[in-house]
């Protein structure tokens, strides 16, 4: 029999506040930031083929089991998977999944906590009008000082933290549901002139082509590796995220085409991203592997010298903080749930306990742009290593436990209880990808980089 429970946090107040919120956490420092440098440092075309590939074989079918999971746990992760476990009979070790995504929750928080105060930190710059008619080498110079200052890092960093931890301790249906309603529209709305902007710059199709133009012989087994992590990264899998909100989510609604909708959104926010960005590195003789300081060093550009570009600049730095917001949101959320289920503390509570430990671990990051920049663990720098280490080992073998737990461990009808699609096929092609194929992707391109294959 399949029945059905309810969550004692809350539940979404309709099918338009779940899109939001998990739009809100889908989308974020990944697209914007994330997408386009990793894009540059792995040559472009061929690069974003692989990641498409990955949205559609991997990412969005695993989306859908994490949403069903949720669902019917009606439960932080852990506590989530520990009953289904036990539902489907099989063993209760199958609730480290859920831990292992609140490690890695906690671990992405602390880097994307320190990326986001840069957001911060260049709204004001923004503001000042720092940008004004700068040239290429003036606004590198801007983000590398920032880079250099551990104290202004902090800064903005503890300002993040502190308003995460605030927005997450009111709880599901406060303050996030009624944020993100109007920050999607409006970080669309400020991407697409940047892309009108792009067009101008008179490298714009230098840009598509390095784009869209795949030379495969640019892939390697790592390129692979990071473009499959960042497809569950930019989808918020494998991690629980996506779980916690489904626990929230009303049965009514339809799990495959909410998922759909979600991951297209996401997709089509990361590709405008770098449609916007590629022009101007091409036309201003910028490195398409700059890295991390990719988009402060891009796009300031633009706003130095569009119509504008004073508001504009403002506007879209606003945005993305609040685009970070919403996702980090979602990255402490299981942690905090499981503490109030499991710890009996209040919600307030758990979320400064959650965030104090991840503003700790942050300064690591903090520290290996500047003071800390010469130590390297397995010739990593603390933030390079964090990256690899979630992004591409911790968010796939999540993702790889949850494939493989719907896949084989859950009861068909279950699935099917939750999916309910309303043609069966629909139903078949999701159970074919998420028994099959999304994990032995996941499996082969592990074996590639340890060299097996
Ligand atoms: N998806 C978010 C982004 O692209 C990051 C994230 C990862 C959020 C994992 C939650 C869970 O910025």
């Not at 473009?227 to 929230?248: D, E, K, N, Q, R």
């Not at 600049?313 to 905090?336: K, Q, R």
Request: glycine share 10%; charged share 10%.
């Amino acid at each position: 029999m399949t029945q059905t429970k309810k969550s004692i946090h809350g539940e979404w107040s309709s099918r338009l506040a779940f899109i939001l919120a998990a739009t809100g956490s889908a989308v974020g420092l990944g697209n914007i930031w994330k997408f386009p440098y990793i894009a540059g440092e792995n040559g472009g075309g061929a690069f974003v083929i692989v990641y498409l590939l990955c949205i559609l074989l991997i990412g969005l079918p695993i989306m859908m089991a994490e949403t069903l999971i949720g669902r019917r746990g009606r439960q932080s992760p852990i506590n989530t998977m520990s009953d289904l476990a036990d539902e489907a009979n099989a063993d209760p070790k199958w609730h480290y999944v859920g831990w292992l995504g609140v490690i890695s929750g906690f671990l992405i928080l602390s880097y994307y906590s320190v990326v986001a105060g840069w957001g911060i930190a260049y709204v004001f710059k923004a503001f000042l009008g720092s940008f004004s008619d700068a040239d290429g080498t003036a606004i590198k110079n801007t983000f590398s000082d920032l880079m250099s200052s551990p104290l202004q890092q902090i800064f903005w960093h503890s300002i993040f933290m502190l308003v995460t931890m605030l927005v997450v301790s009111r709880g599901v249906a406060g303050g996030l549901e009624k944020a993100v309603r109007f920050l999607m529209p409006g970080l669309f709305v400020i991407l697409m002139l940047l892309v009108a902007y792009a067009m101008t710059t008179g490298s714009y199709q230098q840009g598509i082509n390095f784009l869209f133009n795949p030379d495969f012989s640019k892939i390697t087994g790592q390129a692979v590796l990071t473009a499959m992590g960042h497809a569950f990264f930019t989808l918020s899998l494998g991690i629980g995220a996506i779980m916690v909100y489904g626990s929230y989510l009303p049965n009514s609604i339809s799990i495959t085409r909410t998922s759909i909708l979600i991951a297209g959104a996401d997709t089509a926010v990361a590709l405008l991203a770098g449609i916007a960005i590629f022009p101007i590195v091409f036309a201003n003789n910028l490195e398409v592997a700059a890295g991390p300081g990719l988009i402060f060093q891009t796009l300031p550009i633009a706003f130095g010298n569009m119509t504008g570009g004073w508001l504009f600049g403002i506007l879209f730095f606003v945005l993305l903080v609040f685009a970070a917001l919403s996702s980090s949101i979602s990255l402490i959320e299981p942690a905090v749930a499981w503490l109030v289920e499991n710890k009996e503390v209040d919600r307030k509570k758990a979320c400064v306990w959650a965030g104090l430990a991840t503003w700790v671990v942050g300064l690591g990051t903090v520290f290996s742009f500047n003071v800390w920049s010469d130590f390297k663990i397995f010739d990593r720098s603390i933030f390079d290593l964090l990256d690899y280490l979630t992004a591409n080992l911790l968010l796939p073998i999540g993702g790889f436990c949850v494939a493989v737990f719907a896949g084989w461990i859950m009861r068909p009808e279950d699935s099917e209880h939750e999916l309910r699609s309303s043609k069966p096929i629909y139903y078949q092609v999701w159970w074919f990808l998420v028994r099959y194929v999304s994990p032995a992707a996941v499996f082969l391109v592990f074996l590639n980089v340890v060299g097996v294959l």
